[in-house]
Nanobody, 125 residues
């Protein structure tokens, strides 16, 4: 599956942004998906994941309540709604999927094999 993230940009602290990840290739709806991010000088970290049905979601503890992951299988698109943004949210955001379809949601968290190219989010103070 090919993934392409978009929607990043410059936003002021306290603002909101919605990222999108368009997928093509193999059956999008069969894959759990996840968002990761990598801040300057830091390791890539998990943000959120969603099951292939969209019925289950999982978030990094520090981001619960501010970020919402969702998907539209009819449009082959994954989303990340980010609210109350902080300068510490500045990072390149990546969408990802495991190599195996029909996998549990945890596979998108622990074994991402497909990666989008990333989209930069910059939050100014």
């Amino acid at each position: 599956v090919q993934l392409q993230a978009s929607g990043g940009g410059l936003v002021q602290a306290g603002g909101s942004l919605r990222l999108s990840c368009a997928a093509s290739g193999r059956t999008f709806s069969s894959y759990p998906l996840a968002w990761f991010r990598q801040a300057p000088g830091k390791e890539r970290e998990f943000v959120a994941a969603i099951s292939w049905t969209g019925g289950s979601t999982y978030y990094a503890d520090s981001l619960k309540g501010r970020f919402t992951i969702s998907r539209d299988n009819a449009k082959n698109t994954l989303y990340l709604e980010m609210n109350s943004l902080k300068p510490m949210d500045t990072a390149v955001y990546y969408c990802a999927a495991p190599l195996a379809s029909d996998a549990p949601i945890i596979a998108a968290v622990r074994e991402p094999g497909y990666w989008g190219q990333g989209t930069l989010v910059t939050v100014s103070s």
